[in-house]
């Protein structure tokens, strides 16, 4: 299942959005970070979380673990 993402958030500051997975049971938080590292070159990464508890950095979108209700 994919996920179903809320719109995205920037931060005030530019440096992140973020955007939800509105699915019931899975509301998984993906970060996308935006910075400069100190030769000046971008650098562009992203987080997910589920509640505060990081679950990966990097790497592919983990799986969308919504709960489906049967009919």
Do not use: Y
Not at 16 to 32: Q, Y
Not at 51 to 59: A, C, F, K, M, V
């Amino acid at each position: 299942m994919k996920h179903k993402w809320s719109e995205k958030v920037r931060s005030d500051d530019g440096h992140s959005s973020r955007k939800v997975c509105e699915r019931d049971g899975c509301e998984i938080i993906c970060v996308s970070r935006h910075e400069t590292d100190e030769r000046g070159f971008a650098q562009h990464w992203k987080e997910w979380f589920r509640g505060t508890e990081l679950i990966r950095r990097g790497g592919n979108t983990p799986a969308c673990e919504a709960v489906e209700v049967p009919a």
